[in-house]
Antibody, heavy 122, light 108 residues
Framework: EVQLVQSGAEVKKPGESLTISCKGS????????ITWVRQMPGKGLEWMGRIDPSDSYTNYSPSFQGHVTISADKSISTAYLQWSSLKASDTAIYYC???????????????WGQGTMVTVSS | DIVLTQSPDTLSLSPGERATLSCRASQSVTSNYLAWYQHKPGQAPRLLIFGASSRATGIPDRFSGSGSGTDFTLTISRLEPQDFAVYYCQQYGRSPKSFGPGTKVDIK
């Protein structure tokens, strides 16, 4: 079964660092980009950025560039989303997602992780 | 950046009725790279349509997508109880690969 399994919910304080993960299984991890998507409380979906796990090449939305870091370790089929200094406004559900077909153009997502809830509060 | 606008914000319908959801792009969507997703609370989004009109694997044929350029439509021919959810469009032809704000389909 093709799946993405994300790390568990996190509660952090402003200014703390955090890394959440997304482990792929059931397919060739290096053949498909992984994208991260944010959903703030009561709001819609936002495309944050993506990574090609084969070479760790990344694309970021300008809205998120410089605020988060996307990385991957292909040896363990895992992608990461990292913050160096969290803000209360980072409180959200974060999803990782895989496109329906390989190749950089096919960025409609048919495989999603279960989501990781990140709460940032003092 | 391409901005997607969805209408209406909320659609109140009864089971068995037809739902027509609109997605409009601020610029032409490259190669009609437009997808539709269904999203229910506590679940991950579900891909319904890609390439503006191709149904994803396992999606019932009551869901159909149409349109090109800047105007796209998702139609649900006869609403089933499990179809009441939020629906998002997404363009993936140009980075950043933006989502629309969503249309909530709720029970009348």
């Amino acid at each position: 079964e093709v799946q993405l399994v994300q790390s568990g919910a996190e509660v952090k304080k402003p200014g703390e660092s955090l890394t959440i993960s997304c482990k792929g299984s059931g397919y060739s991890f290096t053949s498909y980009w992984i994208t991260w998507v944010r959903q703030m409380p009561g709001k819609g979906l936002e495309w944050m950025g993506r990574i090609d796990p084969s070479d760790s090449y990344t694309n970021y939305s300008p809205s998120f560039q410089g605020h988060v870091t996307i990385s991957a370790d292909k040896s363990i089929s895992t992608a990461y989303l990292q913050w160096s200094s969290l803000k209360a406004s980072d409180t959200a559900i974060y999803y990782c997602a895989r496109p329906y077909a390989s190749g950089s153009l096919n960025d409609a997502f048919d495989i999603w992780g279960q989501g990781t809830m990140v709460t940032v509060s003092s | 950046d391409i901005v997607l606008t969805q209408s209406p914000d909320t659609l109140s319908l009864s089971p068995g009725e037809r739902a027509t959801l609109s997605c409009r792009a601020s610029q032409s969507v490259t190669s009609n790279y437009l997808a539709w997703y269904q999203h229910k609370p506590g679940q991950a989004p579900r891909l319904l349509i890609f390439g503006a009109s191709s149904r994803a694997t396992g999606i019932p044929d009551r869901f159909s997508g149409s349109g090109s350029g800047t105007d796209f439509t998702l139609t649900i021919s006869r609403l089933e109880p499990q179809d009441f959810a939020v629906y998002y469009c997404q363009q993936y032809g140009r980075s950043p690969k933006s989502f629309g704000p969503g249309t909530k389909v709720d029970i009348k």
